[in-house]
């Protein structure tokens, strides 16, 4: 079954201790990225990455990190996670192209206390 | 850069009535695909319809079915027919251009009732 795999789904973490969310995707695709949800604001791209070893920031990219080692995996790194980045994260890939299907992870809801 | 505008954060319908969720985007491309995704309560961002936008015709998908106007950079969303399933926040995306980002507008919560 095509899908993207998050963990953990919930999490609850203090200010200041470094954490990562990871993503699998088992369809090959060469772009992955992303993206932090918050009320009234919809969804806005944190990083994305074109493929292995290729990342990039997205709108949103202060106080996370990314790595593309494998094609497969993307972790996103908070190093030293504030209240402010309380939020719901979603992980999405999708082949490269415009009018592509962006599969998306079941998202990450993190509260930061 | 290009932008996404969702002017309606709630809509309630009727289940078995209509309803159109407007969406209007901004942009200097001239190729480019506008998305329409639905998060149910489960999280889960589902993708209901896709345009391209060198297609005049409007995309359908059973009941769900776009009112796509390119030169008033306006993408529409009809459901007809609706059901309590349809329950859910509802995110206009663009995507165009050389890249693969999906710029998300600030959705709506659709309601259904009996």
């Known amino acids: 079954e095509a899908q993207v795999t998050q963990n953990p789904r919930y999490l609850i973490t203090v200010t200041g201790k470094k954490l990562t969310v990871t993503c699998s995707q088992n369809m090959n695709h060469e772009y992955m990225s992303w993206y932090r949800q918050d009320p009234g604001l919809g969804l806005r791209q944190i990083y994305y990455?074109?493929?292995?070893?290729?990342?990039d920031k997205g709108d949103v990219p202060e106080g996370y990190k990314v790595s593309r080692k494998e094609k497969r995996n993307f972790p996103l790194i908070l190093e030293s996670p504030s209240p402010n980045q309380t939020s719901l994260y979603f992980c999405?890939?999708?082949?490269?192209?415009?009018?592509?299907?962006?599969?998306f992870g079941q998202g990450t809801r993190l509260t930061v206390v | 850069a290009q932008t996404v505008t969702q002017s309606q954060p709630e809509m309630s319908v009727q289940e078995a009535e209509t309803v159109t969720l407007s969406c209007t985007y901004d942009?200097?491309?001239?190729?480019?695909?506008l998305f329409w995704y639905k998060q149910p309560p489960s999280r889960q961002m589902i993708l209901v319809i896709r345009q391209e936008a060198y297609k005049q015709q409007n995309a359908t998908e059973n009941r769900f079915s776009v009112n796509f106007q390119k030169a008033a950079k306006s993408f529409s969303l009809k459901i007809s027919d609706s059901q309590l399933g349809d329950a859910a926040m509802y995110f206009c995306?663009?995507?165009?251009?050389?890249?693969?980002?999906?710029?998300f507008g600030t959705g709506t919560r659709l309601q259904v009732t009996l």
């Open positions: 990455s074109m493929n292995v070893e290729v990342t």
């Open positions: 942009t200097s491309e001239s190729d480019y695909y």
């Open positions: 995306a663009y995507r165009g251009g050389t890249a693969s980002k999906l710029t």
């Open positions: 999405a890939s999708s082949r490269y192209g415009l009018n592509t299907e962006a599969f």
